[in-house]
């Protein structure tokens, strides 16, 4: 049931972040995203009443157990350090807006 829900959740979203609201690194990524404009779904996983399972079940899909858990356009990104470094790379904008999650910009 978790999966399927995590699964639902990554699917609807062009982004969805698995986080946990006390969590310092969830926060960085969250910060990111919004300043650079991109349209997320965070999944508090501490304030979710299945947050335990679906967690659980994030580890069994993606290999990562920690927070933040990133996806986006349906594709497993990783956590903190691997959002950051695309960002640092240029190689996050794009995929924000290739996802959809981003407005493209006029030109």
Not at 39 to 61: H, N, P, R, Y
Not at 62 to 78: A, L, M, W
Request: charged share 20%.
């Amino acid at each position: 049931m978790a999966l399927a829900k995590a699964k639902e959740i990554v699917s609807s979203n062009p982004v969805a972040v698995f986080s946990k609201t006390y969590c310092p690194f969830c926060a960085s990524v969250k910060k990111l995203l919004s300043e650079l404009g991109a349209t997320f779904k965070a999944v508090e996983l501490d304030t979710e009443s299945d947050g335990a399972e679906i967690q659980a079940a994030l580890a069994e899909w993606t290999g990562q157990r920690t927070v933040p858990n990133v996806f986006i356009g349906g594709k497993h990104i990783g956590g903190c350090d691997a959002t950051m470094a695309l960002h640092k790379e240029g190689k996050l904008v794009p995929l924000l807006t290739e996802a959809g999650a981003l407005a493209k910009a006029s030109a």
